[in-house]
């Protein structure tokens, strides 16, 4: 691609669509800048790959020219990838304290941490990152600390705004700063490249104290044990559940490991302090069920979650039944609903009450509304929109609220490379870009054979001959067929299968039995003509040629 010196571009590898796990880049000059490297979910469209990364193969081929990774909150669709993909960009990484507490966590588990540059920016500092000259922002979103990230170029000022939302009191940390934005607008901003998730919702946005008092009277009006379910990285929240535990007089409880991690970072960073230490699962049964309150990891649906395991009964310190109740203080995220309400179900079957935010005000949204985008286009007042983060549709609505305030709006896809100059904001060229599936460690592509085959296996099965010849191609003893995922060992079609099998590699003509190759190809053939059509599946098929 064309790399023209002194321009400034902006590349999105993985912020839309369906599934947004964030990872932009920019480019001044020759030097690139990376913002964000998160992971998403497949949910139910790739059930052979549950956690996808973005494709970082542009940027991996280029990271002698990539000065640094910028991280602008902890939420895994942001910084769940660096564990994973720092290894293929080897570059420092900038985070806020909290981030960083979380960020260490993660590559102590990848056993990387020694290996990587990790530099804690203040919340709202400024710093130089190779020709970048960066600021960061405070914004409220649904987790502490979140950034929006000035980048002062020659070019002109870009404002990345991160997730975001306008809160005046979010209870954890200090509102979006609007003065500060305002002043950047002043400064003239070349374009903001900004959030689209809520912005299809009118009105402004609700305020996490609202939450706050309405959890408050919700849980003092309930009796036996009360479980709350919200994202861990909610420390707001968390925060609000607590409060309101201690003033129904009920003590707290943490159950899964993500909450105990995030508790953890969270303190170390000075969050939670007004509120007491939590107890662990291990501690629950001490406590009388209407002095209870426990904050439970799996508002997802997620099935090896503790709320899942809890629904079924199998979990081992914690069981809820008839006169208890589950909050869901969590939104469901597309994809997410069938897993999510199959736990609902399960925690109905055995009398737990369950309260969503349809019954009851219990959740608001960490990120802008329509009202939010509208008041931060006249903050910061650029030239060009960038809508980034959301589905098609959230992103068409922002770039038609952008036209409605006379801004020009650009709409890009992933691999899109935006030129941002002052004369003229256009796409100039296409990179490579796509998805990984995480396969327990491996990065595997999506599009690849193995992913293909398991695709295969999962819907179809797999059938598989051994059969061992002797130097002139004759069969020796008798094939053994199996095809797990299509049959049983003992069902009498397999019986069948091995027979018609055995009976037809007999035939292969004498000229393919001295070739491997070609007697391999001829007992594939043969084997899918024994499986027939009466299954009506095309499983794959292998032959083991074994030559003594
Ligand atoms: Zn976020």
């Known amino acids: 691609m064309t790399e023209q010196n002194g321009d400034l571009a902006f590349l999105p590898l993985g912020g839309t669509g369906e599934i947004g796990m964030n990872l932009n880049l920019y480019r001044q000059g020759e030097t690139w800048l990376a ?193 709350v379910t919200c994202f861990a990285s909610n420390v707001a929240r968390v925060e609000s559940i607590a409060m309101a535990a201690q003033a129904a007089g009920r003590t707290v409880v943490l159950v899964g490991r993500s909450l105990r991690n995030l508790d953890v970072a969270a303190r170390d960073c000075g969050y939670l302090s007004g509120v007491l230490p939590f107890l662990t699962e291990q501690e629950v049964n001490d406590l009388p069920d209407d002095q209870v309150v426990m904050i439970i990891t799996g508002s997802q649906g997620e099935p090896r979650s503790a709320l899942s395991r809890i629904s079924m009964d199998v979990h081992p310190s914690v069981s809820l039944g008839e006169g208890d109740t589950v909050i869901y203080s969590s939104r469901m995220i597309p994809g997410n609903e069938r897993a999510i309400m199959a736990v609902q179900d399960n925690l109905s079957r055995r009398g737990v009450r369950v309260i969503t935010d349809k019954e009851h005000f219990v959740h608001v949204s960490g990120h802008a509304t329509g009202d939010d985008v509208s008041m931060m286009y006249d903050l910061v007042r650029p030239r060009y929109a960038v809508p980034v983060h959301g589905e098609w549709r959230h992103l068409t609505a922002h770039a038609a609220l952008a036209q409605d305030k006379n801004i020009t709006p650009v709409l890009l896809e992933d691999g899109d490379v935006l030129r941002l100059a002052p004369e003229k904001v256009e796409v100039v060229d296409t990179a490579p870009s796509g998805r990984l599936a995480l396969d327990g460690g491996r990065l595997l592509p999506m599009d690849g054979g193995v992913l293909a085959a398991r695709r295969k296996m999962l819907f179809n099965g797999i059938i598989i001959a051994s059969v061992a010849i002797d130097d002139e191609g004759f069969v020796i003893g008798e094939p053994k067929v199996s095809a797990p995922g299509l049959l049983d060992a003992d069902d009498q079609e397999s019986v069948r299968v091995c027979e018609e099998f055995a009976s037809a590699i007999d035939m292969i003509p004498d000229e393919l039995r001295n070739d491997d190759k070609a007697f391999c190809d001829a007992a594939k053939t043969a084997l899918r003509r024994a499986l027939g059509r009466k299954l009506q599946k095309r499983p794959l098929v292998d032959v083991h040629v074994l030559r003594v």
């Open 35 to 227: 913002i964000d490297c998160g992971i998403g979910f497949s949910g139910n469209d790739t059930p052979e790959a549950e956690i996808l990364v973005p494709d970082p193969v542009f940027i991996a081929e280029r990271r002698d020219q990539l000065a640094g990774l910028i991280i602008t909150h902890a939420h895994e669709d942001h910084i769940g990838a660096v564990a994973h993909l720092w290894p293929l960009l080897e570059c420092p990484v900038y985070v806020t304290p909290f981030a960083g507490a979380v960020l260490r966590r993660k590559l102590g588990e990848a056993r990387i941490l020694q290996d990587v540059p990790i530099h804690v920016i203040p919340c709202g500092g400024r710093f130089e990152v190779g020709p970048f000259d960066l600021e960061f922002i405070p914004v409220t979103h649904s987790v502490p600390e979140a950034q929006a990230v000035v980048l002062r170029t020659p070019s002109g000022v870009i404002v990345h705004t991160g997730d975001w939302k306008l809160d005046p009191t979010p209870l954890v940390g200090p509102p979006t700063d609007i003065v500060r934005l305002k002043e950047v607008g002043d400064e003239g901003v070349l374009a903001l490249v900004c959030d689209s998730t809520n912005v299809m919702s009118s009105g402004p946005s609700q305020s996490e104290a609202e939450v706050r008092r309405s959890m408050t009277s919700l849980i003092a009006s309930l009796k036996g044990r009360v479980a």
